[in-house]
C-alpha cells in the first residue's frame, strides 16, 4: 500500500458522501450497503471495491470524470497551464483508465 492510495480512496469516497449529502460515513455505508468496517478497510488499505463505486455511480447520474479526476470529460487544461500540473492530470487520467479496465475485466468475469 502507498500512502498515495490511502489519500485517493480517501478522496473518492469524501467527494462521494459530499455529492450525496451525507453528513457521517454510517451514512455512505449505508448508500453503499457495506458494514462500516469495510469502508474502514478500504480508506487504511488504499483499495476499494471499484466495481460497487462505479455502479452507484452510473445508477445515480454521478460524473466518474468528476469523482476520480475532480474535472468532467469536457475539462482541458489551460494552455497557460504549469507543466506541473499537467503531467499531474495526465498520470490521473492514466488511473482511471487503469481502473476502467479492472472494472471491464470485473464485469466480463461475473458475465461468464
Same mark, same amino acid.
Given at each position: ?23 457521517? !460515513?454510517?451514512? #455512505?455505508?449505508?448508500?453503499?450497503? /457495506? ?5 474502514? =478497510? @478500504?480508506?487504511?488499505? +488504499?483499495?476499494? !471495491?471499484?466495481? #460497487?463505486?462505479?455502479?452507484?455511480? /452510473? ?5 466518474? =470524470? @468528476?469523482?476520480?479526476? +475532480? ?42
Amino acid at each position: 500500500m502507498q500512502e498515495n492510495d490511502t489519500h485517493f480512496v480517501k478522496k473518492i469516497l469524501d467527494k462521494l458522501k459530499s455529492l450525496k449529502g451525507f453528513e457521517s !460515513d454510517k451514512e #455512505l455505508c449505508s448508500y453503499l450497503n /457495506v458494514k462500516p468496517a469495510t469502508l474502514s =478497510n @478500504w480508506k487504511s488499505r +488504499g483499495n476499494i !471495491d471499484y466495481t #460497487l463505486i462505479f455502479t452507484k455511480c /452510473v445508477q445515480d447520474s454521478i460524473d466518474l =470524470n @468528476w469523482l476520480i479526476l +475532480g474535472s468532467t470529460h469536457n475539462s482541458t487544461v489551460n494552455a497557460t497551464g504549469n507543466s506541473n500540473d499537467y503531467e499531474k492530470l495526465l498520470i490521473e487520467k492514466e488511473r482511471v483508465i487503469q481502473l476502467q479496465q479492472k472494472y471491464i475485466e470485473r464485469l466480463e468475469r461475473e458475465r461468464k
